[in-house]
């Protein structure tokens, strides 16, 4: 995959081996549904994946697994809309095999991903036997203005015979989720009552329901011949397949055009009473390919007017297309879905389509570009509220204990066994420990309220989430009386390699810093809420939640003594860490060279990564990510802790030294941390980052769908880390760090009801433009100065010498 302007990404050639990674990449969504870019004509196989994915729709199956009965929830591979075969006629009226690239080899071939248009290109040319040559051009689209249509155009052009092109357009209900090879022991098929059927002369169309879920699915397609009448149309249906066939001419001047255009609705929508007759009657409104792609141009020229970034050479266009990527999985139109951020997008079907923290590196940029989005994804957290407060009451604990994997309902969805590739055995997955999400999601609710001055939610949804996660800490701290110190035991941290000690009985680690310091810092804001609530609020919300003013005694203790471990002068990842064994790094890369999945090595060689000082990703270092260095020594300081520059240096070059990289996330939070430390070989991780997709640095990952965390947190790392951006007391302070590489960028945001603020950084200037309006003037704050901007005006801030 390589850029060929500031918008334009293109696919030389046709190989198989990189087929289902180019297809991730070049999948076209809108936030409702996305569709993988894969080529029409192929059903799924060892080579191609056609996929369409709906947000928020999720079945549950149980299966057998090294014999135990098993129960899992996946995101459903929907109805395949996109199939469309053709094979030219010869003059005879014969017809020669279908084509297929895997039969007869194309050439010329491209494929051409428009990130301004929103669109997908392919273009090819094959020698169609004793008819000559033919050339095939392909335009894609999932129409961004009405989140229901998508739609296909097929060119056929001939320079030197004339004949008869024979097109067979399918609704495929017979598919499985089958994207995923480390799944295939699973259960997979998950749609079920498939019935089809056609509505007129150029409509065919499906209906079916999820198999558990029951959630209803109606796709209707009209394919058409344009400009020039097929010479035969015919109809046709399966038990799982509709399909409409035409024969169309074509001659030398005088193209086949073929227009295939699709309504999907579930009964998940609002507003329909049954999906099949509301996709009949969207596709009857919809005009032809031309008008749509008139529409879906004009509804994403508007939404990169609100988002794009500005930042040369490749690191930009890697950045633009993280951006497009991140637009087709959260979208405005996400506002209207109870739906949460998909780790993998809506790009393919790892991790099961599930809900895991990502959103703590998606909702900071959101936040500032579409915060209506924003409010919709904590809303769907909210929505689950009341079963991580049963999960919580389950586990005998109080408040709201939420799922590391979360799906349609919000229950713990986190596999009970896992596959290591490496040796072929299933494992326990002990990862439903990762508590921490909850305080991720407090994070989140506090960062969007900071952002956009929301204090309405914050008062009421947002509260009655922070303080239920506040209560859980709380309640989860155990006073060591011999140590004067509250202790978490039982987790495990964002590291994940580490989920017990070694040879132990039980799973779970004691004192995970990350884990404790920030359960110091949710409790710590939700007393900060409490004292800010008006008193007839704090009433309402004690009552609501049954939450009793003795609990904030309770919380304050517990705030200012949670246990932060220590060995060797730097931050202990858990207590015990500094106990472990040193791995040999050097013989583990000179043996495997690529150790990034260093735990499923270890286990393949009967060993097993617990015993070692050795992390997957950031884990102590996620502090850094989160947190301004200002913000870690008051951390610290409120725990007992003192924290300077030297100690967290040298606790950065201990787990620098440890770490595998294992998650994309990896490289995100290392360059940003070091960054921030002014450390030179930042850019080395900030590279790995950019283009941990792109080049599918984990080794054949991305085809099971993009990792829309390392993506949204590219973006944020330019828009908040670089800028050191903050939004807090109702202002924006700007700490900007030098980075070479990225020394010059540029972009929009909305803040406090400012559409459109811009901010430049070149040549040791920060330039910001506020424009004309009715609001208050902005507040800007830097570690040397403070200024207001009036709505009209533009500031150029000279910045300091680093």
């Given at each position: ?229 097929p010479t035969s149309s015919q109809q046709g249906s399966s038990r799982r397949r509709a399909v409409h066939r035409l024969v169309v001419p074509v001659a ?139 999960s919580a009451g389950a586990a005998g604990r109080a408040g709201a204990m939420y799922p590391w994997q ?397």
């Open positions: 995959m390589r850029p060929t302007d500031e918008w334009i990404w293109e696919y030389d050639g046709y190989d198989p081996a990189v087929e289902r990674l180019r297809e991730s990449l070049c999948t076209l969504g809108n936030g409702y549904f996305a569709t993988r870019g894969a080529v029409p004509e192929c059903r799924a196989g060892l080579v191609h994946y056609p996929a369409t994915y709906t947000a928020g729709v999720y079945n549950r199956l149980e299966s057998t697994v090294a014999g135990r009965q098993v129960t899992n929830e996946d995101l459903v591979n929907l109805p395949n809309w996109l199939l469309l075969r053709f094979r030219p006629r010869s003059a005879d009226g014969a017809a020669v095999p279908w084509f297929s690239p895997d039969l007869r080899h194309p050439y010329d071939h491209r494929h051409t991903l428009d990130l301004h248009r929103a669109t997908l290109t392919r273009t090819f040319s094959f020698r169609a036997g004793e008819a000559g040559v033919l050339r095939v051009k392909q335009v894609r689209l999932v129409h961004m203005a009405d989140p229901h249509l998508a739609a296909l155009q097929t060119v056929f052009t001939t320079e030197d015979w004339t004949g008869e092109i024979e097109v067979e357009s399918v609704l495929d209900g017979d598919v499985t989720n089958g994207n995923v090879h480390r799944y295939r022991s699973l259960n997979r098929s998950h749609l079920a009552h498939v019935r089809t059927g056609a509505d007129g002369d150029d409509t065919t169309w499906l209906r079916c329901r999820t198999s558990a879920s029951y959630v209803g699915i109606g796709m209707a397609a009209r394919t058409v011949a344009v400009g020039h009448p030398p001047g005088r193209p086949a055009v073929v227009e295939k255009t699709v309504a999907l609705h579930t009964s998940r929508d609002a507003a329909i009473s049954d999906p099949l007759g509301a996709a009949l009657n969207r596709l009857a409104e919809a005009p032809g390919f031309s008008a749509l792609l008139e529409s879906h141009v004009a509804a994403w020229a508007r939404l990169w007017r609100r988002a794009d970034i500005q930042v040369p050479g490749e690191a930009g266009r890697i950045l633009r297309l993280h951006l497009f990527h991140v637009l087709q999985t959260l979208s405005p139109h996400t506002a209207e879905l109870d739906v949460g951020v998909p780790a993998r997008g809506l790009h393919g079907e790892a991790y099961r389509g599930h809900v895991f923290w990502d959103e703590l590196f998606v909702l900071p940029y959101l936040n500032l570009h579409f915060p209506e989005v924003s409010r919709a994804l904590l809303d769907y957290r909210h929505r689950r509220l009341p079963q991580a407060c049963r979360s799906g349609s309902d919000g229950r713990e969805e986190t596999q009970q066994l896992h596959l290591n590739p490496s040796s072929g055995r299933w494992l326990p997955d002990n990862s439903r420990l990762q508590h921490h999400v909850g305080s991720a999601i407090a994070y989140n609710v506090w960062q969007y309220c900071e952002a956009t001055g929301d204090t309405e939610y914050l008062h009421t949804k947002g509260a009655e989430m922070l303080l239920q996660i506040a209560r859980f800490w709380a309640d989860g701290a155990q006073l060591a009386e011999g140590l004067g110190r509250y202790r978490i035991r039982g987790v495990v941290g964002p590291d994940e390699y580490h989920d017990g000690y070694p040879d132990a009985a039980r799973p779970g680690l004691d004192d995970n810093a990350y884990t404790n310091v920030t359960a110091a810092w949710v409790l710590t804001r939700a007393l900060e809420l409490v004292r800010r609530l008006p008193a007839w609020r704090r009433q309402e919300l004690f009552e609501r939640i049954d939450l009793h003013s003795g609990e904030l005694s309770t919380w304050e203790d517990v705030s200012r003594r949670l246990l932060v471990p220590f060995h060797d002068g730097v931050i202990s990842q858990f207590a015990g860490y500094g106990d472990l064994a040193e791995l040999d790094w050097d013989a583990y890369r000179a043996r495997y060279h690529n150790i990034r999945r260093l735990d499923r090595i270890l286990e393949a060689e009967g060993d097993s990564v617990n015993r070692y000082k050795a992390s997957k990703q950031a884990d102590v270092l996620m502090l850094g990510h989160l947190f301004s260095p200002a913000e870690l020594v008051d951390l610290f300081g409120r725990l007992g802790y003192h924290l300077d520059d030297e100690i967290w240096r040298r606790t950065v070059d201990y787990y620098l030294r440890r770490t595998s990289h294992g998650s994309t996330l990896s490289g995100l939070v290392h360059g940003l941390v070091l960054a921030k430390a002014r450390r030179s070989e930042a850019w080395q991780y900030v590279q790995e980052a950019l283009k941990a997709d792109i080049a599918d640095i984990q080794g054949g990952t991305t085809g099971e769908g993009i990792h829309l965390g390392a993506m949204a947190g590219t973006l944020d790392l330019v828009q908040r880390g670089l800028t050191g951006l903050q939004t807090r007391e109702d202002a924006l302070w700007f700490d900007p760090v030098p980075l070479p590489a990225l020394s010059e960028y540029g972009f929009s945001l909305r803040y406090r009801g400012h559409g459109g603020v811009g901010l430049k950084r070149r040549s040791g200037q920060l330039e910001i433009d506020v424009p004309d309006s009715e609001e208050s003037p902005i507040r800007v704050v830097l570690a040397d100065r403070a200024v207001t901007i009036a709505p009209g005006e533009t500031c150029t801030l000279v910045l300091p010498e680093s």
